[in-house]
């Protein structure tokens, strides 16, 4: 189960309610829980799938956890008491709940928690793991290429597409368009935007492809979750709320046509380079090997763009691939 699904099973409360105490082995370290015991049985942690608070005063205490016997279960620790510096003091572990599994749901339930797409997304969010706004708007993305593309399809007549960003997006057009990271035909420039350039092979033209900008009534209270999480002082509850605002831009996402997403704008098409052999150069200050194409001459030096950084306080980095 992934944690997505366990968020909306959470809030479906598709749950068996157990509250109970239970021995816990935990990382005092890492700060996590490794295994529990319940009814005699023990339960090795094999993941931790959300981490948070149960109460906004509180340190981390909570975990949802999947078993290495793919249960999920949600521990938390109950706190009875702080120190001043808002260390637990005392307290004991409480096993919440446990998530119903599959076979425990009618299948209408099992489907709805799992997907929240069409089938004809699967394949893709197979590949990538979960369904997320970024990836929806790959997939539509791939509708603007495809109709932009001579009839013989994207896979043959894409030359190459310039993404000027690194989210899941990338893996809608890996899958969908044949343009992957791999043969070439996909290049990042991250600048953390849902713009594109896509050079066909047979035409004159090539294409700028930009995401218009999209308004949504919960931007505000998406953003908040969104720094609490980051910052890991979210509680239980606005964990499975920002799952739902996240489930609603993807629903909202899938019903807009691409026009509506994108705008297009052509372009002068520039030569590119043909997928050719990889050569290694040594960087002279780490002594690693690095594509020539990746390589930078220095004062009759070669550095790798790492190393020059290092040596160079003026060269400011960017996430180029």
Same mark, same amino acid.
Not at 30 to 35: A, D, H, K, N, R
Not at 107 to 133: S, T, W
């Given at each position: 189960?992934?944690?997505?699904? /366990?968020?909306? /099973?959470?809030? $479906?409360?598709?749950?068996?309610?157990?509250?109970?105490?239970?021995?816990?082995?935990?990382?005092?370290?890492?700060?996590?829980?490794?295994?529990?015991?319940?009814?005699?049985?023990?339960?090795?942690?094999?993941?931790?799938?959300?981490?948070?608070? *149960?109460?906004?005063?509180?340190?981390?205490?909570?975990?949802?956890?999947?078993? /290495?016997?793919?249960?999920?279960?949600?521990?938390?620790?109950?706190?009875?008491?702080?120190?001043?510096?808002?260390?637990?003091?005392?307290?004991?572990?409480?096993?919440?709940?446990?998530?119903?599994?599959?076979?425990?749901?009618?299948?209408?339930?099992?489907?709805?928690?799992?997907?929240?797409?069409?089938?004809?997304?699967?394949?893709?969010?197979?590949?990538?793991?979960?369904?997320?706004?970024?990836?929806?708007?790959?997939?539509?993305?791939?509708?603007?290429?495809?109709?932009?593309?001579?009839?013989?399809?994207?896979?043959?007549?894409?030359?190459?597409?310039?993404?000027?960003?690194?989210?899941?997006?990338?893996? /809608?057009?890996?899958?969908?368009?044949?343009?992957?990271?791999?043969?070439?035909?996909?290049?990042?420039?991250?600048?953390?935007?849902?713009?594109? *350039?896509?050079?066909?092979?047979?035409?004159?033209?090539?294409?700028?492809?930009?995401?218009?900008?999209?308004?949504?009534?919960?931007?505000?209270?998406?953003?908040?979750?969104?720094?609490?999480?980051?910052?890991?002082?979210?509680?239980?509850?606005?964990?499975?709320?920002?799952?739902?605002?996240?489930?609603?831009?993807?629903?909202?996402?899938?019903?807009?046509?691409?026009?509506?997403?994108?705008?297009?704008?052509?372009?002068?098409?520039?030569?590119?380079?043909?997928?050719?052999?990889?050569?290694?150069?040594?960087?002279?200050?780490?002594?690693?090997?690095?594509?020539?194409?990746?390589?930078? $001459?220095?004062?009759?030096?070669?550095?790798?763009?790492?190393?020059?950084?290092?040596?160079?306080?003026?060269?400011?980095?960017?996430?180029?691939?």
């Amino acid at each position: 189960m992934h944690r997505e699904e /366990a968020l909306r /099973a959470i809030n $479906e409360d598709q749950l068996d309610y157990i509250q109970k105490p239970v021995s816990v082995d935990f990382d005092t370290a890492g700060g996590f829980p490794l295994s529990f015991t319940h009814c005699g049985e023990k339960h090795v942690v094999g993941e931790i799938l959300a981490q948070f608070r *149960t109460a906004k005063s509180y340190p981390i205490n909570a975990f949802l956890v999947r078993t /290495a016997g793919d249960l999920v279960f949600l521990i938390y620790f109950q706190i009875k008491g702080l120190s001043r510096h808002r260390s637990i003091h005392q307290g004991s572990w409480v096993l919440s709940f446990r998530i119903l599994h599959d076979y425990e749901l009618m299948a209408f339930y099992r489907r709805e928690r799992k997907m929240i797409v069409n089938m004809a997304l699967k394949r893709i969010a197979d590949f990538h793991g979960h369904v997320c706004p970024d990836l929806v708007l790959g997939c539509k993305l791939c509708e603007v290429v495809q109709n932009l593309l001579p009839f013989n399809g994207p896979t043959n007549g894409i030359a190459a597409i310039i993404a000027e960003n690194s989210t899941s997006a990338l893996d /809608a057009i890996q899958i969908l368009l044949g343009a992957t990271l791999g043969n070439q035909r996909l290049k990042i420039m991250d600048l953390g935007k849902h713009n594109y *350039t896509v050079i066909p092979k047979s035409e004159a033209t090539g294409y700028r492809v930009r995401m218009k900008s999209q308004d949504y009534d919960d931007e505000d209270l998406y953003q908040r979750l969104s720094g609490k999480m980051l910052g890991n002082t979210i509680v239980m509850d606005e964990v499975v709320k920002l799952q739902i605002l996240l489930d609603e831009r993807v629903k909202y996402l899938l019903r807009q046509p691409p026009e509506a997403l994108f705008e297009i704008e052509p372009i002068q098409k520039e030569a590119q380079l043909a997928e050719g052999p990889s050569v290694y150069l040594t960087c002279c200050r780490c002594g690693e090997q690095v594509l020539a194409s990746h390589a930078i $001459e220095r004062r009759n030096a070669v550095y790798c763009l790492s190393c020059l950084q290092r040596t160079n306080a003026g060269c400011r980095s960017y996430r180029l691939h």
